[in-house]
T-cell receptor, first 118, second 113 residues
Framework: DTGVSQDPRHKITKRGQNVTFRCDPISEHNRLYWYRQTLGQGPEFLTYFQNEAQLEKSRLLSDRFSAERPKGSFSTLEIQRTEQGDSAMYLC????????????????FGPGTRLTVL | KNQVEQSPQSLIILEGKNCTLQCNYTVSPFSNLRWYKQDTGRGPVSLTIMTFSENTKSNGRYTATLDADTKQSSLHITASQLSDSASYICVVSAKNQGGKLIFGQGTELSVKP
């Protein structure tokens, strides 16, 4: 257990439905990342937050995806109008970034949310 | 384009044997390289992290090497155990990219009794 939790662990939904995932990072961590992992591949970066500010979004993150971290603690990732291609493992990671290190501190991953879109 | 390539894609070894996994990267400017272990259906767990100036780092039976000149890394596992069966992912981060990680596709290791 890394201290990062994600909920739910599994989600099955029908195409066109909206889904929301939650990530609770390690409490003192100021950075939170979302990644997507499809079967047999390594994770791909989606977006990250520094406290409550969303600093970067990948072009993989279409306009159907939105992420928030309203109080700089937990984060949610919402997918609207889900498509079968959204089926994947969604991973959250957190880290404690110290100014001047260039963002190189260790990221701790949660167990992931497995999404299946039927 | 920043990329991380791993080989082999999969590997089967007998319990107690050693093995070496390879990683080549083209990420620039280089910040650090990490090896993660990912059990099926779980999130990745960090094994080692190396910066530009480090060329070897050990964590128990895992030893990682880094050649920053050739942009290659390896992960050596000694005296393999059944619990070593997992995907091993090489991950590189670039400087000033907000800590964003670039993942290889992983090597699927299966240790058989």
């Amino acid at each position: 257990d890394t201290g990062v939790s994600q909920d739910p662990r599994h989600k099955i939904t029908k195409r066109g439905q909206n889904v929301t995932f939650r990530c609770d990072p390690i409490s003192e961590h100021n950075r939170l990342y979302w990644y997507r992992q499809t079967l047999g591949q390594g994770p791909e970066f989606l977006t990250y937050f520094q406290n409550e500010a969303q600093l970067e979004k990948s072009r993989l993150l279409s306009d159907r995806f939105s992420a928030e971290r309203p109080k700089g603690s937990f984060s949610t990732l919402e997918i609207q109008r889900t498509e079968q291609g959204d089926s994947a493992m969604y991973l959250c990671a957190s880290s404690l970034e110290i100014l001047g290190t260039g963002g190189s501190n260790e990221q701790f991953f949660g167990p992931g949310t497995r999404l299946t879109v039927l | 384009k920043n990329q991380v390539e791993q080989s082999p894609q999969s590997l089967i070894i007998l319990e107690g044997k050693n093995c070496t996994l390879q990683c080549n990267y083209t990420v620039s400017p280089f910040s650090n390289l990490r090896w993660y272990k990912q059990d099926t259906g779980r999130g990745p767990v960090s094994l080692t992290i190396m910066t530009f100036s480090e060329n070897t780092k050990s964590n128990g039976r895992y030893t990682a090497t880094l050649d920053a000149d050739t942009k290659q890394s390896s992960l050596h596992i000694t005296a393999s155990q059944l619990s070593d069966s997992a995907s091993y992912i090489c991950v590189v981060s670039a400087k000033n990219q907000g800590g964003k990680l670039i993942f290889g596709q992983g090597t699927e290791l299966s240790v058989k009794p």
